[in-house]
């Protein structure tokens, strides 16, 4: 650390979540079309991996202390990073950091679920070199997206990790604050933080807003008020369709230099998580079951969430199933946002708003996500620039196309259709009103996202239905077609630690 009073401080992220199952590939244009930030350029708004930077402006500005920004990247989630894309924005990281040099602390915005083409763990390995660069005693610090795998080389390679305690993700912004909290009380020598984690050799899907992960992670933040010794806890739920040796659930306990304490901690915590494997799922139905139990639903908007063809998960977003189950079984006042079909929005674009003709949609991404739909159709809007509103943030669709399904006499059937052109989860039902449909005023609304939606529509849903239809996404753990994960994790077997006695 340097001499002085005043501090250098290296910010910088690098993120994307990586379905290794899905066939889009993201390369550096992909990452500026979601999100891109030269160094300086990232605006005052923190977006869902990158809010380590606006926090910290705020914080050194009120310490008086430098902030040295690198460049900040975000890639809404698919398939693999190119090799390309990868290296050259952690070049571009470590070129700065260097640059910056001497630093006294380096705060990382990460997912940590990034797979790249020839790199497993490109959080690990940017970690590792900028541990590196900087020394073993300059404080090396990330916020994670609790969907992330906590791999040994990271934890390493970083004093500690802060990870997300919200799912959906409303704390993003919160937990920065955390982070930064910590690196303030270090480098002004108040606590001495030290990082335990516990692995609980299993991995599920964690929803915060029901039990039994409520509870838990109200504890985790009654831990943190009450037990001196304890400055953060984290859970890291893992990614099931990241498909790396290192994926699973972990707990995160960084004490003020209290190892065993913290280890005592996770553990305790960890095998929490573990004795309720099973538990944590929200219950889901087939299509057939989700689709009667809307259409006999007495008030309205019902919300069927097609939860596994969530693009936020990497999925193209494109399967049909739930909407040839709509059409078979003759529902009505129904809205589907949305099909992520490019092709047709084109189609659609060329032959104008009021438009009557065959249109062929959907489903072209990848096997199990159903067959395209052949319908007459109406244009009905058109938007070249459609976007909803996520928390603060504001998340593009467009181009888009609204469009009516008719039957063989040409009339409307009561199923009209969003298909968009950038891939989006379907966040908040502003995505409706964009398109001109009032979701107040529909009996179904169907939309494409595993949990992130429930903050936005619960307040809207007469009831929530979560919908799980073909197989987009690999969302059974004990069956994907995994290569590299390891075979000791529940469920892939019963009981892991049994094994080992
Ligand atoms: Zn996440």
């Known amino acids: 650390m340097t001499a002085t009073d005043t501090k250098r401080i290296f910010v910088a992220a690098m993120a994307t979540e990586t379905n290794t199952f899905s066939p889009i590939v993201i390369d ?46 975000w890639a809404d989630p698919a398939g693999l990073v190119s090799g390309a894309a990868h290296v050259g924005l952690r070049d571009e990281i470590l070129t700065q950091l260097k640059a910056a040099m001497p630093v006294d602390a380096v705060v990382l915005g990460l997912h940590g679920a990034m797979v790249a083409q020839g ?58 604050v955390d982070l930064w909290a910590l690196v303030v009380d270090t480098l002004e020598g108040r606590i001495k933080p030290v990082m335990s984690t ?38 890291i739920h893992g990614f099931m369709a990241g498909d790396v040796p290192e994926m699973g659930t972990k707990m995160i306990v960084i004490t003020d230099d209290a190892a065993a304490h913290g280890e005592a901690i996770a553990e305790r915590l ?20 989700a689709v009667r139990a809307a259409m006999d639903a007495t008030d309205g908007p019902v919300v ?18 739930v909407l040839k189950e709509l059409i078979a079984q003759k529902a009505t006042g129904v809205a589907v946002g949305t099909i992520w ?3 047709a929005v084109q189609l659609c674009m060329a032959a104008g708003e009021g438009a009557v003709m065959p249109l062929r949609f959907g489903a072209k991404s990848a096997p199990l996500t159903g067959d395209p739909v052949d319908a007459m159709i109406k244009v009905v809007t058109l938007s070249e620039t459609a976007e909803m509103v996520f928390g603060e943030s504001v998340v593009p669709f467009g181009p888009a196309a609204r469009i009516a399904l008719l039957d063989t006499d040409g009339n409307e059937i009561g199923i009209d259709v969003i298909l968009n052109t950038v891939r989006a989860q379907s966040y908040d039902p502003s995505l409706f009103t964009a398109m001109g449909i009032d979701p107040l005023a529909q009996k179904i609304l169907v ?15 007469s009831e929530i239905l979560y919908c799980s239809a073909g197989k987009p996404y690999p969302n059974d753990p004990a069956t994907n077609p995994y290569r590299f994960v390891r075979p000791d994790i529940w469920p892939r077997v019963e009981n892991p630690f049994m094994q080992d006695d």
Request: hydrophobic share 45%; glycine share 6%; aromatic share 10%.
């Open 270 to 289: 960890g095998q929490e998580l573990f004795a309720n494997r099973g538990k944590h799922m929200m219950p889901s139905m087939d299509e057939h079951a």
């Open 447 to 461: 939309i494409k996202s595993t949990n992130h939606f429930y903050a936005a529509f619960a307040p809207i849903a």
């Open 198 to 235: 516990y692995d609980c050799r299993m991995i599920d899907v964690f929803p915060t807003s029901r039990e039994p992960m409520r509870s838990f992670v109200d504890r985790m933040f009654a831990l943190e008020k009450t037990d001196a010794q304890v400055l953060s806890v984290s859970a």
């Open 119 to 176: 790199c497993i763990d490109p959080e690990g390995d940017l970690l590792a070199r900028v541990r590196d660069i900087v020394g073993p005693d300059v404080l090396v610090c990330a916020e994670l997206d609790p969907h992330s795998h906590l791999t040994a080389k990271r934890v390493a390679a970083a004093d500690f990790f802060v990870a997300f305690k919200e799912f959906p993700h409303t704390d993003f912004v919160d937990r920065a």
């Open 341 to 343: 079909d490019p092709i």
């Open 28 to 73: 550096r244009l992909a990452f500026e079309a979601s999100f891109y930030a030269a160094p300086g350029a990232h605006p005052a708004t923190a977006t869902l991996c990158t809010a380590p930077i606006p926090v910290g402006r705020k914080v050194c500005a009120d310490k008086g202390w430098t902030l040295i920004e690198g460049s900040a990247s």
């Open 304 to 321: 069927l969430s097609d939860m596994w063809d969530n693009p936020g998960g990497g999925t193209a977003g494109d399967a049909t199933v």
